[in-house]
């Protein structure tokens, strides 16, 4: 679905280009052996390197080398065996060496791809530009005391990739499908847990308007440091309406960096828009350029899990699920792996649903995720085995699952104690037809005179006389029988 905005000098469609950084999941820096916990008291995961003290040689740490190569696999892009770390030079209170040890004109990771699948049923090929690796700043603390700033350096040095997209994403909704997407597959791949609420993943979102046929990009914005894929959507639709504004009063958007304030809903002004010059980029002559053989590359590749994309082919082809619920089973790894072990030897289009209407409503509601569910997936497979033989009903079932999710028994003991087994006995039930019909004669006459409909209001009695405990097929055929017989 295109996304304009209507102005009076006619409609303006959005460019976005988003730089996303994922630190590395890594129980070490890039550059020094000190822990990357979060949480950790200020400055007690400090390193002399990290520190910058004099003398102090900074050594690549292989395995975050790995993790980038993994991502970039992931992201179907291609693999630079040769990439040079160069120092950024700018200055910041809470960058201690006065420098950032960064990749610029060669980086790690070239040109990929990543898929989306809209809402609507269409797919969009979004272009990833580069991937890079870099070491983290420190955190300047505010808000410690009335008169001072304090530096905490535990993030110093942790390894980050920033991974940029090109500018091919049209719309706020895009950018969230796409930081999604990106989310999942390196959680699948185990390079970055994805927390953005921890700041393990942020993004810095370049926006810019022009005219739908304009050929050429007009001047970008750059939105610093958004923390969430919801704050991300706010802040393309707030900046995008402030550039067609500004546009169309005459005037020239400024190529600058932004800070987007979402209890304000506006974007302000922080600084004039840096180029690559101004860094002063160079080599770093601390470390040796990084030159990977391709039996490295092949090996990593060979031990890459089942991306979301190869899953959701394989659970339309295997399962005979939809389009859209493989996406949404697929999004996430542990919901997948759930979800293939409840559909295992079952119908798995029940399965899907079950999972995805009854026990995400269930979690939604309680604040949980897939990994603190009070039900297992053998116990919902269980449950659905009860409505497959049928020992329960349906509509019995979602009071057990409530209970289940309530006490984390299993269903099996749920039925016994309660004593919910489905009625299917049919003497038992054809009493319970024949009573309800004999204490609603008007109802019966209306049925017999052509009135199908109401044959569903018999049903609902007879239901709820067996206190929800009759088979409803047998109920319906025992009533067509005696009724319209």
């Keep these: 679905m295109t996304y ?28 020094s052996g000190s822990p990357t916990a979060f949480g950790a008291e200020p400055n007690t995961q400090v390193s002399l390197v990290d520190a910058a003290m004099p003398g102090m040689l900074p050594v690549i740490n292989k395995f975050c080398v790995e993790q980038a190569v993994k991502t970039g696999l992931g992201l179907q892009a291609a693999i630079n065996l040769h990439s040079v770390f160069e120092r950024k030079n700018y200055f910041y209170a809470d960058l201690p060496q006065g420098y950032q040890i960064s990749q610029y004109q060669h980086p ?126 706010q802040a393309i639709e707030v900046e995008a309406a402030r550039q067609v504004e500004t546009w169309e009063a005459g005037d020239e958007v400024v190529q600058e960096t932004r800070l987007f304030d979402p209890d304000r809903a506006e974007t302000r002004s922080m600084r004039a828009k840096e180029f690559a010059h101004d860094y002063r980029y160079f080599p770093d002559p601390d470390l040796l350029p990084v030159d990977l053989d391709q039996a490295f590359v092949d090996g990593i590749a060979a031990a890459l899990p089942e991306l979301p994309d190869a899953k959701k082919e394989r659970f339309i082809a295997d399962f005979g699920l939809s389009a859209y619920d493989a996406g949404v089973l697929v999004a996430d790894r542990e919901t997948a792996a759930f979800f293939e072990n409840v559909a295992e030897g079952r119908d798995a289009k029940q399965a899907a649903n079950w999972l995805t209407t009854n026990l995400f409503g269930a979690l939604n509601a309680a604040g ?9 997936a053998a116990q919902l497979g269980e449950l659905l085995d009860l409505m497959a033989d049928a020992t329960i009903s349906g509509r019995i079932a979602k009071d057990v699952f409530e209970e289940m999710f309530e006490t984390s028994k299993d269903p099996g003991a749920i039925v016994e104690e309660k004593g919910l087994k489905q009625i299917t ?23 017999r005179g052509g009135n199908d409909k109401a044959i569903g209001w018999f049903v609902g009695q007879v239901m709820k006389a067996t206190q929800g405990k009759a088979n409803p097929q047998m109920v319906n055929q025992l009533l067509r029988d005696k009724l319209k017989g």
Excluded at 193 to 214: C, L
Aim: aromatic share 4%; glycine share 8%; with cysteine.
């Design 368 to 376: 949980k995720d897939i990994a603190e569910s009070p039900v297992s």
């Design 425 to 447: 006995d049919t003497g038992a039930i054809e009493a319970a037809v024949d009573q309800v019909i004999n204490d609603n004669p008007g109802q019966a006459d209306e049925v």
């Design 4 to 31: 304009l905005i209507q102005g009076d000098t006619g409609d303006w469609e959005v460019v976005i280009g988003l730089e996303v950084h994922a630190q590395v999941s890594s129980e070490a820096k890039l550059f």
């Design 108 to 233: 790690i990771v070239g040109e990929g791809t990543v898929i989306l699948d809209m809402p609507d049923g269409t797919s969009r090929e979004i272009g990833i530009e580069r991937l890079h690796m870099e070491q983290d700043a420190g955190k300047s603390m505010h808000d410690q005391d009335p008169k001072r700033s304090f530096i905490d350096l535990n993030r110093a040095g942790v390894c980050l990739m920033e991974i940029v997209s090109k500018p091919d994403l049209r719309s706020p909704e895009e950018a969230g499908v796409f930081v999604r997407k990106l989310r999942s597959i390196l959680r699948y791949l185990g390079t970055c847990d994805g927390n953005m609420e921890q700041g393990s993943m942020r993004a810095d979102v370049n926006v810019s308007v022009r005219h739908p046929g304009e050929t050429e990009y007009r001047t970008r914005a750059e939105i610093k440091n958004v923390n969430s894929v919801r704050f991300i959507m």
